[in-house]
């Protein structure tokens, strides 16, 4: 999901009721009973009830938003416990130093594999979290990296369930010091077709497909060279980003409350496009990310992509999954396939495949030496 900043006047627009004190359990369990969503449409401003309909309106408008009402309460007391919202110093890193090692393991990544996968996923009608397509792409993610570990006692690969019918999945790699903390890649694997999220047709094939396909394959070349973290590793694939952040916003706070630590986060959410004319380019977001972090990245891609990383203009409160981790106080970051208004125009739609001009599976595969070198890199 990668969207324009919303005008002021959309979002006031939007705000239907306004609560000075905290929304209570009983209102939360009353409207949810009713098929209500609440809904965080900035950092600052109070939560607001939407049915699906307004909902929906939101996102054709542009309107970024979390869904918090499977997650306000736990959020509220999480919040209680910390002075600040999100990560409020940079986070160090050390330079990325292992390029004997990571650099032949990038050689082995497959585009070929890549469109293998995406033909899969984009054979489902849509993969729309509330839809039994969506929760068969799901399924279908999962058997995947199963087999893809399969003969590894030191990674698991597991559902994480949700209240609606779209699990997310999350492969966990051990690492050699277990109590470390631990570094993860995400990327989402709904879609949706605004004109008709349940039965519409949505292949999804660069939102998220792309990055949902990189990530498989950047995990199948750890595997398969036998690659074993010293810090734990996680490959996280969330459901209902297009609903708001709904998967990866229950992970990280589910995260947050456990007490896990996280070294650094990075989603992968759009690679496979970009405008015909204008340059290639690693788009790195400029707002709700680590600046350490972002300054990690861009030496790992000018050490490992053939292409210069150059800086996004702002995607504003809730763009993608990386939002759900800052929100938690993590390091997180995001590069994206282009700079904002040379990403790709199909998404949302029946259109969203890879035989429009501008789509590049060579791009895409830049994406994925970078999920393999960050992978490497953070965990060795």
Not at 133 to 148: E, F, H, P, R, Y
């Amino acid at each position: 999901m990668k969207y324009q900043l919303a005008l002021l006047n959309l979002v006031l627009a939007a705000i239907t009721f306004v609560h000075a004190a905290p929304v209570s359990h009983e209102e939360i369990a009353e409207n949810s009973a009713k098929g209500l969503h609440l809904l965080q449409l900035s950092e600052d401003g109070e939560p607001v009830w939407k049915t699906d309909e307004e909902e929906l309106e939101l996102k054709r408008k542009g309107t970024n938003f979390f869904d918090v009402t499977e997650t306000y309460e736990l959020e509220l007391e999480l919040q209680k416990e910390r002075t600040n919202g999100g990560a409020s110093t940079a986070a160090t890193f050390p330079a990325p130093s292992h390029q004997s090692q990571v650099t032949p393991l990038l050689s082995q990544l497959s585009t070929s594999n890549m469109q293998s996968y995406l033909s899969s996923l984009t054979a489902f009608n849509n993969r729309y979290y509330k839809a039994q397509s969506g929760a068969d792409a799901s399924a279908w993610i999962l058997s995947k990296v199963k087999s893809i570990i399969s003969g590894r006692s030191d990674i698991t690969a597991s559902a994480f369930s949700h209240s609606w019918v779209q699990p997310s999945t999350i492969v966990k790699i051990a690492g050699t010091s277990a109590s470390s903390p631990v570094t993860i890649l995400g990327a989402h694997m709904d879609s949706i077709n605004l004109s008709n999220p349940t039965s519409g047709r949505a292949p999804g094939a660069d939102d998220d497909g792309t990055g949902t396909v990189n990530l498989i394959e950047a995990l199948r070349v750890l595997v398969a060279s036998g690659f074993k973290p010293s810090t734990p590793l996680e490959f996280h694939w969330y459901s209902g980003e297009e609903a708001g952040l709904l998967g990866s916003n229950a992970i990280a706070t589910s995260y947050k409350n456990a007490g896990i630590k996280v070294k650094a986060f990075m989603e992968l959410d759009m690679s496979g496009y970009f405008k015909p004319g204008s340059k290639e380019v690693m788009a790195l977001e400029a707002d709700y990310i680590d600046a350490g972090l972002n300054n990690f990245l861009k030496q790992l891609i000018t050490m490992y992509s053939r292409i210069p990383w150059t800086m996004d203009i702002p995607c504003g409160y809730a763009c993608s999954d990386h939002a759900s981790w800052y929100k938690q106080g993590y390091p997180s970051s995001f590069p994206y396939e282009a700079v904002t208004g040379e990403d790709d125009p199909n998404i949302h739609s029946s259109g969203d495949t890879t035989s429009v001009s501008g789509f590049s599976w060579a791009h895409s595969l830049e994406f994925a030496k970078i999920a393999v070198a960050f992978a490497y890199e953070m965990s060795v």
